[in-house]
Nanobody, 126 residues
């Protein structure tokens, strides 16, 4: 059974840092593209960062470029999102998502992803 478990969310002050994790099981992480999405209260879900299965190519939303870093540890079956210089507008529930890929690319859109974690709440105070 494919499972994704997001963790590491919490309360942080504006300007602070936080690293959230997505522990995966039930599949070979190296065969999957992974992404982080977030959804703030009253807003639609939006893509934050994504990483390919093959060479680790990455893409970021403009709003987080230069502040967030997505990474993966296939041996540990875990994907991370390092978030620096956090802003109150980063407050949201963060979800990790996975999809198998044979092309080695990454995918930006949420509809591309079949498997989803339950989300972890990140709150940034001003």
């Amino acid at each position: 059974e494919v499972q994704l478990q997001a963790s590491g969310g919490g309360l942080v002050h504006s300007g602070g840092s936080l690293r959230i994790s997505c522990a995966t099981s039930g599949f070979t992480l190296g065969d999957y593209a992974i992404a982080w999405f977030r959804q703030a209260l009253g807003n639609e879900r939006e893509g934050v960062a994504c990483i390919s299965s093959a060479d680790g190519s990455r893409d970021y939303a403009d709003s987080v470029k230069g502040r967030f870093t997505i990474s993966r540890d296939n041996a540990q079956n875990t994907v991370y999102l390092q978030m620096n210089s956090l802003k109150p507008e980063d407050t949201a529930v963060y979800y990790c998502a996975a999809r198998i890929t044979y092309s080695g690319t990454y995918y930006r859109a949420s509809h591309e992803y079949r498997y989803w974690g339950q989300g972890t709440l990140v709150t940034v105070s001003s």
